[in-house]
């Protein structure tokens, strides 16, 4: 089979549209929906499926998106390996994964720790949702990825090495000059009135469990596209927001964070892949659990003792 057309039907999959395909491609529309009619040909299965907004794979088309990606990042691997090592330059770069929130501060903490000590690697950063993030250490699109459990959860996958780095308390960002500024740490019950405002449905999920053990219910009624938005929902007034623990140092000055009674937790993990690890992967994961457990609202064995909260994350007692 050729690989151009693997390429071509991993766009179509990631795009969800032929269009989008042909355009990021540079090829025909015509061109692309040949390829993957020809692709369907030779696998003898439907690979993709059209819903309301573009194309979609199918079931079978989910399972060869997978075993192609993973076939396209090597092949890609081995091209750059080649010319490297032509070139007489052959340096492994680290690639790097982590949620939005660890992305802010406690994984470039640990790259820094990371270069300190072993002094020039190439490397680079790549955020994303954990679900995501572990597709592609599976892939071998990245060296290691620091993800947490929050729901859906975390797959048990045995190509891949978990290591637990410890528990984050959520806690939740108001306005400065709202009510429950400087004061913490709250019960749920005192937030039931407010609206909420979210960016991920594993964030969603943890607010829901949480008022549901409180016996209340948590209004979310509005949406962000990501967490810089959520927070802007938050300075401006409109909202307050669950965020992790590990975002306290990193605040912007106009929100302030106060700590909950009883805190939703998510564990957080670093995910490598057993085979050919990179060599620097298990260094950085030292460093990471040194990073987390000196974070602000770090792991359970680390937690701060909440009195008060000030403007920007700041803590104090």
Same mark, same amino acid.
């Given at each position: 089979?050729?690989?151009?057309?693997?390429?071509?039907f991993?766009?179509?999959?990631?795009?969800?549209?032929?269009?989008?395909?042909?355009a990021?491609?540079?090829?025909?529309?015509?061109?692309?929906?040949?390829?993957?009619?020809?692709?369907e040909?030779?696998?003898?299965?439907?690979?993709?499926?059209?819903?309301?907004?573009?194309?979609?794979?199918?079931?079978?088309?989910?399972?060869?998106?997978?075993?192609?990606?993973a076939?396209?990042?090597?092949?890609?691997?081995?091209?750059?390996?080649?010319?490297?090592?032509?070139?007489?330059?052959?340096?492994r770069?680290?690639?790097?994964?982590?949620?939005?929130?660890?992305? *802010?501060?406690?994984?470039?903490? *640990?790259i820094?720790?990371?270069l300190?000590?072993?002094?020039?690697?190439?490397?680079?950063?790549?955020?994303?949702?954990?679900?995501?993030?572990?597709?592609?250490?599976?892939?071998?699109?990245?060296d290691?990825?620091v993800?947490?459990d929050a729901?859906?959860?975390?797959?048990?996958?045995?190509?891949?090495?978990?290591?637990?780095?410890?528990?984050?308390?959520?806690?939740?960002?108001v306005?400065v000059?709202?009510?429950?500024?400087?004061?913490?740490?709250?019960?749920?019950?005192?937030?039931?009135?407010q609206?909420?405002?979210?960016?991920?449905?594993?964030?969603?999920?943890?607010l829901?469990?949480?008022?549901?053990?409180?016996g209340?219910?948590?209004?979310?009624?509005?949406? *962000?596209?990501?967490?810089?938005g959520?927070? *802007?929902?938050?300075?401006?007034g409109?909202?307050?927001?669950?965020?992790?623990?590990?975002?306290m140092g990193?605040?912007?000055?106009?929100?302030?964070?106060?700590?909950?009674?009883?805190?939703?937790?998510?564990?957080v993990?670093?995910i490598?892949?057993?085979?050919?690890?990179?060599?620097?992967a298990?260094?950085?994961?030292?460093r990471?659990?040194?990073?987390?457990?000196?974070?602000?609202?770090?792991?359970?064995?680390?937690?701060?003792?909440?009195?008060?909260?000030?403007?920007?994350?700041?803590l104090s007692?």
């Amino acid at each position: 089979m050729d690989l151009t057309v693997w390429r071509t039907f991993v766009t179509v999959c990631r795009l969800g549209s032929l269009s989008a395909a042909a355009a990021a491609l540079h090829h025909t529309q015509s061109a692309v929906s040949r390829q993957i009619a020809g692709l369907e040909r030779q696998l003898g299965v439907p690979l993709m499926e059209r819903h309301a907004r573009g194309m979609r794979p199918t079931p079978a088309g989910e399972v060869f998106r997978r075993h192609a990606l993973a076939t396209l990042n090597e092949a890609d691997r081995a091209i750059r390996a080649v010319r490297e090592a032509g070139a007489g330059a052959y340096d492994r770069p680290l690639a790097v994964g982590a949620t939005p929130s660890l992305a *802010a501060g406690v994984v470039p903490e *640990a790259i820094r720790d990371l270069l300190r000590d072993t002094g020039s690697l190439r490397w680079s950063l790549l955020p994303g949702l954990s679900a995501a993030l572990h597709d592609r250490v599976i892939a071998g699109d990245l060296d290691i990825a620091v993800v947490t459990d929050a729901p859906p959860g975390l797959p048990e996958e045995p190509r891949l090495e978990r290591r637990f780095l410890g528990l984050d308390d959520m806690v939740v960002v108001v306005p400065v000059g709202h009510p429950q500024a400087g004061h913490g740490p709250v019960r749920m019950q005192t937030l039931a009135d407010q609206t909420w405002a979210e960016d991920n449905d594993g964030s969603a999920a943890l607010l829901h469990q949480h008022a549901a053990r409180a016996g209340v219910s948590a209004r979310i009624d509005l949406m *962000a596209a990501d967490l810089p938005g959520k927070l *802007a929902l938050v300075a401006t007034g409109h909202a307050i927001a669950l965020i992790p623990g590990v975002l306290m140092g990193t605040l912007r000055p106009d929100v302030t964070a106060v700590a909950l009674v009883d805190p939703p937790t998510r564990g957080v993990y670093t995910i490598t892949p057993r085979r050919d690890p990179h060599p620097a992967a298990a260094s950085l994961s030292d460093r990471l659990a040194t990073a987390f457990a000196g974070a602000p609202a770090g792991s359970s064995g680390n937690r701060p003792t909440w009195t008060d909260a000030a403007p920007g994350g700041t803590l104090s007692g």
